[in-house]
C-alpha cells in the first residue's frame, strides 16, 4: 500500500505554504493532484486505505459552526477547511490542472446536542457520561473542490451513523480519560481504539466515526466522473 505525501504543516506561514505547494505540483507526474485539508492522522489512515499518493495540507482558519441541523454543520465545518486550502492554492498559483482538495469534520449529537472535542478532562467525562448506556449518531462532512478544466467544482455531502454504547462505570470513564485518548477526538471517544470496549453496536458505516466515510467517498467521485485509482 502505498503512503501519503505527509508534509507537517502546523502552523506554517502562507509563503511556506506557497512554496511547499509548488514544489509539490511540479513533481508529481499524474494529472489529478490530491490534498487532504485535515491534521488528523486517522483520516489521513483512512484515504491511504484507497491507495491514493496525496499530500497533506491542515486547515489552519478559525472554524465556525454555521448550521440548524447537525448536517448542515458538519458540512458547512468541511467546506471551511477544504475551501480555505483551495484559495491558498489559487494565490500560489497551482493546480490550474486538475486537481482535489478533501475538506471533512466529524460530531457527535446526543438528544439533539453537537459534541465536538473536549475542551478538558471535566467537558470528556461529562460527553462520556452522557453517551454511557444509549445510543448517539456520528456525523461527518465531507466537502470537495475540484479544479477541472480550469473552473471550480464543489460538491459537499454527510454520512450519519448510529452507535450505542454498554453502560460504562465512572470508575472506567476515568481510566479511559486517563490515557488521553478521548482528548482530540468528537464526543471524547476513539471507537477504533481504547474505547471500542464500550461499543454494543452500530448502524452505519464504521469508517463515518472514525473520521471519514471512504466508501461513500468512492461512490460520489464515481458520481463525478473520477476514477481514484488513476491517482495512485
Avoid at 514544489?23 to 486517522?42: D, F, G, Q
Avoid at 491507495?51 to 440548524?68: R, W
Avoid at 478532562?121 to 461527518?140: I, N, P, Q
Avoid at 481504539?193 to 460520489?220: C, H, M, S, T, W
Amino acid at each position: 500500500m502505498k503512503k501519503a505525501n505527509v508534509l507537517q504543516t502546523k502552523p506554517f506561514p502562507v509563503n511556506f505554504f506557497i512554496h511547499s505547494l509548488i514544489i509539490y505540483w511540479n513533481t508529481r507526474r499524474k494529472n489529478v493532484k490530491i490534498i487532504l485539508a485535515s491534521a488528523s492522522p486517522r483520516r489521513k489512515e483512512l484515504l491511504e486505505q484507497l491507495g491514493l499518493t496525496f499530500l497533506v495540507f491542515p486547515a489552519q482558519g478559525e472554524e465556525k459552526q454555521v448550521g440548524d441541523t447537525p448536517s448542515e454543520i458538519v458540512m458547512n465545518l468541511a467546506k471551511q477547511k477544504a475551501g480555505e486550502i483551495y484559495e491558498k492554492m489559487i494565490e500560489a498559483k497551482v493546480g490550474e490542472q486538475d486537481s482535489l482538495v478533501i475538506g471533512a469534520d466529524t460530531v457527535v449529537v446526543k438528544d439533539g446536542k453537537v459534541l465536538g472535542k473536549p475542551k478538558n478532562r471535566e467537558d470528556a467525562f461529562t460527553m462520556l457520561k452522557g453517551l454511557s448506556g444509549s445510543t448517539h449518531e456520528v456525523y461527518t462532512g465531507v466537502s470537495l473542490w475540484m479544479r477541472e478544466n480550469g473552473k471550480k467544482v464543489q460538491y459537499s455531502f454527510y454520512e450519519c451513523t448510529k452507535v450505542t454504547m454498554y453502560p460504562v462505570t465512572d470508575e472506567e470513564l476515568n481510566r479511559y480519560i486517563d490515557t488521553g485518548e478521548p482528548m482530540d477526538k468528537a464526543g471524547a471517544y476513539g471507537i477504533q481504539g481504547k474505547a471500542a470496549a464500550f461499543i454494543e453496536k452500530i448502524e452505519g458505516d464504521y469508517n463515518n466515526v472514525v473520521g471519514l466515510p471512504i466508501a461513500r467517498i468512492y461512490q460520489e467521485l464515481k458520481q463525478l466522473g473520477i476514477d481514484v485509482y488513476k491517482f495512485s
